[in-house]
């Protein structure tokens, strides 16, 4: 999919991203290009599945939620991720779900109005969910910061990117310092 994106659509997600309320005719202005090919930009990478939803953030403290924590869980057969994330998904408060390796099957992210709250969603809901055998709840303390993926390359890939990936093709056997991170 990436191979497919040539820097005037990577110069749009950077623009849109960073406030998707922008005008299209204003980043048509910052790309040089016609508002109608933003239009059409926009609408491949929708259609190609790059951008694939746009709203508003609310924060969820400003409307009660005052706990955000991660929960690990662990599964009676790991098999059965597919099915409790179904499950898990009839909980509003929960907004992220992820399948994870390590000691949990799944990592999840909700959302509670205080400790009372996140100990009912816990005991009278998660656990409830048949194939759940055990818990862990990490409670944020405060978010440090959040972003979008970056559309560009990170820093530290610049230059190396293109060897990396030319090597691994031609199954190149890297090397510690071989990134020289």
């Not at 597919?82 to 992210?109: D, R």
Request: with cysteine; proline share 3%; aromatic share 6%.
């Amino acid at each position: 999919m990436t191979d497919s994106l040539d820097h005037l659509d990577r110069k749009i997600l950077e623009i849109i991203t960073r406030n998707a309320r922008i005008p299209f005719k204003d980043v048509a202005e910052e790309c040089g290009v016609s508002r109608a090919a933003i239009h059409q930009r926009v609408a491949r990478l929708i259609e190609e599945g790059v951008i694939t939803g746009s709203g508003y953030t609310v924060d969820p403290k400003a409307i009660g939620y005052n706990t955000c924590t991660y929960v690990g869980i662990k599964l009676e057969k790991a098999s059965i991720y597919k099915k409790v994330a179904e499950q898990l998904k009839a909980f509003p408060e929960i907004v992220e779900c992820h399948f994870t390796t390590g000691q949990y099957s799944i990592m999840v992210k909700l959302y509670s109005y205080d400790n009372e709250h996140l100990m009912e969603l816990l005991n009278t809901c998660v656990m409830k969910v048949e194939g759940i055998t055990s818990t862990e709840a990490l409670i944020s303390l405060g978010e440090g910061f959040s972003r979008n993926i970056p559309i560009t390359e990170p820093h530290f890939m610049k230059g190396q990117r293109t060897r990396l990936h030319r090597g691994i093709e031609e199954g190149e056997h890297l090397h510690n310092g071989d990134l020289n991170i």
